[in-house]
């Protein structure tokens, strides 16, 4: 009945995600004076006079970005919370104000929005984020989650992707690589499970890399100790995709390529032992696992006497001109052109 | 193997989508003090200095808000972001940013998302509001939309929906319950259609009410109007649930009863032809039919001299004290108290 067919069909799978997010922004214009900054960074930027508000927001799907046979529901409306502040942390800011929207179906008890309600308020009150608003809806199938997060920051302090400089310091908080490895103990403990119902899962060995998993922190201490040490990063980004894909995105931005040094990269022990007996390489585990929710940001090389002493802030590496491209030196010294392989597919 | 199982279970359908909506608000606390008015309005104030921003969010799914076998998707991109504009109409406010977040499957192609964000951005062109952020993401299932709006206006012109005093002037704009008696058309055609795939649909004598089915306008034209005539409503929603509970949920929140007259609903020709034609009486379409978007909101008798030849506002009651409830009184002279029929089951 409606017009919905198409007279030609090309597959979203042949642009990929970003290739759809930049075919959805050229399609965009910005009338409003307010609109400072529209798609293409960790969050819009809208002026408010004397500061800015930061926009930013997530949808997360049951089977798609979370399986509710291992993920707590109350750690979920953490995480969904955690997200989008870490958002609003990589463009510098600070974030006060959330809405949740959910799409639950009847498999949902009272009892069982409760507990992701617990999570989100514990989130909430973590944060200092207030929850203004939401929807909520009913679902056919799974969980659907929407979070718009705002934010606000000082004019001078914002920090955009693009603002790197030739020969700033790359810097990348905490360590890395934990939330990948951690969904990988959280599937094989799935499958025993599965495959004896009587097997109570082992997850004591990896309770750090599981809770990197299941109940990340937004980097919201970073953000305020930065503005202690009076150091704003030149350009920034959370670490949600991966190391490699947000570094790209990071670059891309700021039109510029990167060294980074496979010796700087921090790898927590747990993390690395457990890659090694999943048979996987743990630097590809840092490269491109997500959802670490870390900060990745380029610093002047005059602010690096001000964070060298920053126990949980390395450098990793530094900004190169564009045409050199984004590369690894290896621990043997060789070096390597970093590929992103973070994009889902559709 | 995660604690997601209830010791005991409550079904939602219990305390149904408002009640649970209360339950959500009573579970948050408001800590900054930007944040001026959160959950249980049109929009969420925010503090933005001289000025404020609304903030409000809503979530589309295929199957339980919109049928693809009869939407087209450049209407349904029209349709979600004029219905989030005009929640920031309701609370008197001018929406000027949007963000869009859209969960796929492979059963849409790049030009089906392309036709969704022809209607999308024409709507943004139509409201001069800017598109600066969303999220794209795969679905396993339908189509869902989430969209959430941001709006401004000056701290002395919000109207919200707790400030009807009494005796205030009840008022509508445009007609009602047009755009539930289109989505019967849409639905009795659909049915044909599946049972001889060769007919074509008959729309063409129904192209108003379908018009208000497929493509609402959020009434910005009625806010700048409100403005120039220096009218600020008292108190203020905008019907997408049906006028029933929209006005149950302005009288709650102001504390008060109401008065409406048969005699003074507005209801369109056709869509009073096309209830009868459907058996239905044309006074329950108009008090329980939802998405007309148009805005119900009280204004003081001070204010009645300057509206009262709008030929788009119609007066259609007055506010009552708390303790005499919601009353329709009939075109025979007999007074019946309005129950909402309004809400969704999960």
Known sequence: ????????????????????????????????????AGIGDDAAVIDAGDHVKLLSTDMLLEGIHFDLSYVPLKHLGYKAVASNVSDIAAMNGIAEQITISIAISNRFSLEAIDKLYE???????AYKVDLVGGDTVSSQSGLIISVSVIGRTDKDKISFRSGAGLKDIICVTGDIGGAYIGLQVLEREKQVFLEN???????????????????PEARMDIIHELREMDVRPTSMIDLSDGLASDLMHLCKSSQCGAVI???????DKQTYDTAVEFNMDPITCCLNGGEDYELLFTISQDDH???????????????????????????GGNTVEIKAQGWVHF
């Open 119 to 125: 999570g989100i308020n514990a989130a909430c009150k």
């Open 261 to 267: 040094y496979e010796d700087n990269l921090p790898i």
């Open 1 to 36: 009945m409606s017009d919905n067919k198409d007279e030609s069909r090309t597959e979203i799978n042949e642009v990929g995600e970003f290739g759809l997010i930049d075919r959805i922004k050229s399609g965009t214009t910005l009338v409003n004076e307010s609109s400072i």
């Open 305 to 331: 006497e001000k964070l060298k002493n920053h126990p949980d802030i390395h450098f990793i590496g530094f900004s190169e001109m564009q045409e050199k491209g984004i590369n690894l030196v290896t621990k």
């Open 197 to 215: 119902k009587g097997m109570s899962p082992k997850l004591g060995d990896y309770e750090y890399i599981v809770g990197r998993q299941l109940k």
